[in-house]
């Protein structure tokens, strides 16, 4: 992966703007609710700058990176899943993927997003319109992926995925996804909340929660102001007596590389490299699309590709 250095070159540098960068997980009200908090912030300004985003564009694709970094809060080992979105409006879809380990990579389908008149607000329904939202689960443990799909109902991330928790797993669950930007347009705190009920939970105290999540600040603002995310939980949620877990970072993060594109062109058929090492382009520029680095290829690199795939084939 090719990442923009928008934070500074050195570690030290990426470091320190990355610190807040991390998902909480924790329990609250007598162990029948699980949740997670995460600080997203250094994340979809680097998702923002590799895949050179537009405001409308940052606000769709950040709010799928975020709910798949929460939504992936409860996976262990090599886990992993991807969230899809199929949709007949402008946006046409989006896939993000992200892992135990709080990676997250992701891309949208139609870059930039057509806009016929200037933005009143930020209702994204009708950029999305008609189509389905699916999870797909790759478990360890599992022979075969898990994979759950509903129709969208609202056109907007967070409630689309609550509704999809509550008619695919059966799973009550609450879904907050926000993003702040500054007056130039530049994202200044990024951030979302997953609440999930366990199936024991009292009626009383669902009731409670759902009116406390309702009066929640929002997220995107609380991390721009540099506040501290295990604060928002302990304040918000203090009569449930919420108790923290464990947390992790969470990153953009690509595992592609100039040998995996080489594998790609690799896997064409004979008389199609043939013909670009005949013909060009020259150089060949291969973009991964889950994070926009780009891989250029000489006309010498691609000869000598040709030259050992021969070798191989002997």
């Known amino acids: 992966m090719k990442k923009k250095e928008i934070f500074g070159k050195t570690l030290k540098d990426q470091y320190i ?29 680097e998702m923002r700058s590799n895949h050179e985003l537009g405001i409308l564009e940052t606000l769709v694709l950040g709010h799928a990176y975020i ?16 969230l899809q979105i199929e949709c007949s409006g402008p946006i046409k879809g989006l896939t993000v993927e992200t892992n135990a380990f709080g990676e997250v990579r992701g891309y949208l389908k139609n870059i930039p997003i057509p ?3 200037p933005l009143k607000d930020f209702n994204l329904s009708p950029f999305f319109g008609a189509g389905f939202i ?35 797993e059966q799973i009550q669950t609450s879904v907050n996804l926000s993003i702040k930007f500054d007056s130039e347009g530049n994202v200044a705190g990024a951030g979302g909340l ?26 995107g603002e609380y991390f721009a102001e540099k506040k501290e995310a295990e604060n928002l939980i ?20 690509c595992h592609c590389g100039k040998e995996r594109m080489e594998n790609y062109l690799l896997l064409l058929p004979s008389a199609d490299l043939d013909d670009i090492c005949s013909n060009g382009p020259f ?28 070798g191989v084939a002997k």
């Open 17 to 45: 703007a990355g610190a807040n960068d991390r998902l909480y997980n924790f329990i609250m009200c007598s162990d029948t609710v699980r949740g997670a908090v995460v600080n997203a912030t250094k994340m979809i300004n």
């Open 67 to 82: 709910a798949g970094a929460l939504i992936a809060s409860g996976l262990k080992g090599n886990d992993r899943i991807c």
């Open 115 to 117: 806009v016929d008149k």
């Open 134 to 168: 699916s999870l797909i689960k790759y478990l360890e443990d599992s022979k075969q992926p898990f994979k759950g799909q509903v129709e969208l109902q609202y056109g907007t991330i967070a409630k689309d995925l609550t509704y999809y928790f509550s008619k695919s």
């Open 194 to 219: 997953l609440l999930q009920v366990m199936p024991v939970a009292d009626d009383e105290a669902i009731r409670s929660l759902e009116e406390i999540v309702l009066e929640l600040p929002s997220i």
């Open 234 to 253: 302990f304040k918000s949620f203090e009569t449930f007596s919420p108790k923290f877990l464990a947390n992790h970072r969470v990153e953009f993060m």
């Open 283 to 310: 150089p060949l520029e291969l973009r991964c699309h889950h994070c926009n680095s780009k891989y250029i290829f000489s006309e010498i690199d691609l000869r000598k590709l040709k030259k050992n795939r021969a």
